[in-house]
């Protein structure tokens, strides 16, 4: 079966700093991996993915991330932070059965 | 217009009472889930259907039921709302073309159960 685990229910940054968002995946088929984000009173919106052609995935917004396979990993980074960005961020699988399974989420928070 | 519209946007309904919220989408994808969004739990799969023949239960079905009308329609009902199901519900569609292929989606429909 295929899963994702989210580090940080909660993430605080300073306008400006480094982003990083963290995932970790299992899977036992190679795995097809996906970052959303949700603006508060939204659906779900696709950042980026990754479908094995390249391990540094660019996104929209000035997101990236990228896989590791040996770490198991799927982190999602940006390099300055804006206000904008403040939403809550799911790493996503595509399993075995066609299903998309979401991590549990995180809030990034932004300080002015 | 959206590609994925679900209606009701907002609701509030009485324990006990039938409900039933709609998913239309524009996109001619065959594939159409019904995820539900709580805080601290992300987006759980309830239903999801392949096609007008083909319905799936996900992990969290109990208590719900879906009808796919047709390709472009998939609506789920709680037969017996309770407290509990209060909840973010979320439709999404996505194309058979692969596992690679993201899923798109509605705005969301918020229930409130008293």
């Known amino acids: ?112 | 217009d959206a590609d994925v519209t679900q209606t009701p946007r907002n609701r509030i309904t009485k324990t006990g009472k039938r409900i039933m919220l709609e998913c239309s989408q524009t996109k001619g994808h065959d594939r159409m889930y019904w995820y539900r969004q709580d805080p601290g739990l992300g987006l759980r799969l309830i239903y999801y259907s392949f096609d007008v023949k083909d319905i799936n239960k996900g992990e969290i079905s109990d208590g719900y039921s879906v009808s796919r009308q047709a390709q472009a329609k998939f609506s789920l009902s709680l037969e017996s709302a309770i407290p509990n199901q209060t909840a973010l519900y979320f439709c999404a569609t996505r194309s058979r073309t692969g596992r690679n292929t993201e899923a798109f989606f509605g705005q969301g429909t918020r229930l409130t159960v008293v």
């Open chain 1, 1 to 112: 079966a295929q899963s994702v685990t989210q580090l940080g229910s909660h993430v605080s940054v300073s306008e400006g700093a480094l982003v990083l968002l963290r995932c970790n995946y299992s899977s036992s088929v190679p795995p097809y991996l996906f970052w959303y984000v949700q603006y508060p009173n939204q659906g779900l919106q696709l950042l980026l993915k990754y479908t094995s052609a390249a391990t540094l995935v660019k996104g929209i917004n000035g997101f990236e991330a990228e896989f590791k396979k040996s770490e198991t990993s799927f982190h999602l980074t940006k390099p300055s932070a804006h206000m904008s960005d403040a939403a809550e961020y799911f790493c996503a699988v595509s399993d075995s059965g066609d299903k998309i399974i979401f991590g549990k989420g995180t809030r990034l928070h932004i300080l002015p």
